[in-house]
């Protein structure tokens, strides 16, 4: 079945340093891959999305890569600020099609420091 | 414009009662989610609708779960004969038809089965 994996432990940088998060899969081929923020309390809120047919995307601050050979997408925020720090969700969309239900990883807690 | 709202927010039952998790999409939306997360997972999905019918139902985890969504609206989870397994947040989410499948999360409903 498919595995989705995100780094479990937590991740804690200097505010204005770059942070990097990673999302591995295994035994899927998503369509799309998403990255969501959550926030304790609140429901997870969508930052970015990437099709399989994209190496980058970028958002402000925020670039997404997609590596489909490697199976994995990178998250990285630049200039990091305190505000930034909450749980980041990377979800794979599904192998066809545009809508139906994500696979969500468990989540990494970046705390960008002042 | 509203989000997404889920009623109630907090919920305390005792094991073998009947629960009844309500949630109001965003106006327009066809297509809903229901997800669970526990304490330091990401959303697991549950169901899936497309207006008023289960397009994909494949989450739910045994016949005490269901839900329905009667005039392609609002939807209600219902979980019978709780158990202390069943305590979660229940999220639920909307997305447009078309577009980049962004899912819009509600707060979420906490769930405690004592």
């Known amino acids: 079945s498919q595995k989705i994996e995100q780094n479990s432990e937590a991740l804690n940088i200097q505010e204005g340093k770059t942070a990097t998060l990673t999302c591995n899969y295994t035994?899927?081929?998503?369509?799309?891959l998403q990255w969501y923020r959550q926030d304790p309390g609140r429901g997870p809120v969508f930052l970015l999305l990437i099709r399989e047919n994209e190496k980058e995307k970028r958002k402000e601050r925020l670039k997404v890569t997609f590596d489909t050979t490697l199976k994995q997408s990178l998250f990285h925020i630049t200039a990091s600020q305190p505000a930034d720090s909450a749980t980041y969700l990377c979800?794979?969309?599904?192998?066809?099609?545009?809508?139906?239900?994500?696979?969500f990883g468990q989540g990494t807690t970046l705390q960008v420091k002042p | 414009g509203a989000g997404v709202s889920q009623t109630p927010s907090n919920k305390v039952t005792e094991k073998g009662k009947y629960v009844e998790l309500r949630c109001d999409p965003i106006s327009g939306h066809t297509a809903l989610y229901w997800y669970r997360q526990s304490l330091g997972q990401g959303p697991e999905f549950l169901i899936y609708?497309?207006?008023?019918?289960?397009?994909?139902d494949s989450g739910l985890p045994n016949d005490r779960f269901f839900a329905v969504r009667p005039e392609g609206s609002v939807s209600t989870l219902k979980i019978q004969r709780t158990e202390r397994g069943d305590s979660a947040v229940y999220l639920c989410?909307?997305?447009?038809?078309?577009?980049?499948?962004?899912?819009?999360f509600g707060p979420g409903t906490r769930l405690t089965v004592l």
């Open positions: 035994n899927y081929s998503p369509a799309y």
């Open positions: 979800a794979l969309g599904p192998t066809g099609g545009n809508t139906g239900k994500l696979i």
């Open positions: 989410a909307s997305s447009p038809v078309t577009g980049s499948n962004e899912q819009f």
């Open positions: 609708f497309q207006g008023t019918g289960a397009a994909d």
